[in-house]
């Protein structure tokens, strides 16, 4: 769907539910029938979440259209957002909904505003959004991390992101997921995230490693070392237990897997390290060694 066309679709759903419910025609004229375009409309919507005693509607407004005006490829993002809740979430019945009342799309939102202030030399603004997004969505997403478009978080309570992740396109995760560092460290620290992974509720990815492109991390999740492309890891710590059916599991949003022969189909693709052996191979041997 056009950009345009995304935005139709929206007016439409809003005046309709306008129509339904009486009571929030007033909030859905003033934050999308009287708006000129999605901008701002979102603009708008996020600046009437974040106001606080620091800062108020009326500059965060302000700031936000401007920092999405100076960079067009935040509304392509806010497009394509749009579109992967549509599109993965059974609970989404339209595009106004994510706009409206998902808070997990809303700090994704909120977070791009403050990465481009962070891109642009203005920490201190910058810092100052990630606390506010924080407090407001209860997502925390460090300004420097860079994350894609496509995106979707699904309920998105207690998600952190470090100053240092990376998050590629078509990426979906859900509520609780960490992708911190482990310790102390400096530099280079979090973790960096394939095209099209999935990550299931309350996972802890940790460290500086590569979860490879179409992956998936079953939910509750220790993830300490690198994933192998197009694998499925769950456990604590994690391993691979599996491989997901599809190219991109973070577009079919399939939380279950079954166990395989994964360590037959390890060797076979060279995941295994050269001379380690199978732990079932392992274990017959232990089995079969003479004791005195």
């Known amino acids: 769907m056009t950009s345009d066309a995304i935005w139709t679709e929206i007016l439409l759903e809003a005046e309709r539910d306008a129509v339904r419910e009486p009571i929030l025609s007033g909030f859905l004229h003033d934050a999308i029938l009287r708006q000129p375009s999605l901008e701002t409309a979102l603009a708008g919507l996020l600046a009437a979440k974040l106001d606080g005693p620091v800062m108020s509607a009326i500059p965060l407004r302000d700031l936000i259209l401007g920092a999405i005006q100076c960079d067009p490829e935040i509304g392509v993002a806010v497009r394509a957002d749009l579109q992967a809740v549509m599109k993965r979430d059974p609970a989404c019945r339209g595009y106004s909904q994510p706009l409206l009342y998902f808070k997990g799309f809303q700090a994704i939102q909120a977070y791009r505003v403050a990465h481009f202030y962070w891109r642009n030399g203005r920490e201190p603004l910058a810092l100052y959004l990630q606390s506010r997004i924080s407090e407001i969505f209860a997502v925390d997403i460090h300004p420097g991390a860079r994350i894609g478009k496509g995106i979707m978080f699904d309920h998105a309570t207690s998600v952190v992101i470090g100053a240092t992740a990376v998050v590629e396109d078509d990426f979906s995760m859900l509520h609780e997921v960490t992708l911190g560092g482990t310790g102390r460290e400096g ?31 079953g939910a509750g999740s220790v993830v300490l070392h690198d994933v192998p492309p197009h694998s499925t890891v769950a456990g604590v710590p994690a391993k691979v237990v599996s491989f997901p059916p599809e190219s991109f599991p973070a577009l079919e949003m399939d939380q279950s897997f079954e166990q395989v022969d994964v360590f037959g189909d390890l060797d076979a693709v060279g995941v295994l390290a050269a001379g380690e052996s199978r732990p079932d191979t392992q274990d017959r041997r232990a089995a079969e060694a003479p004791r005195d």
């Not at 095209?195 to 309350?202: D, H, L, N, Q, S």
């Open 187 to 217: 530099g280079d620290r979090h973790p960096k995230i394939g095209r099209g992974v999935m990550i299931g509720a309350g996972a802890k990815v940790l460290g500086n490693i590569k979860v490879g492109q179409g992956a998936k991390i």
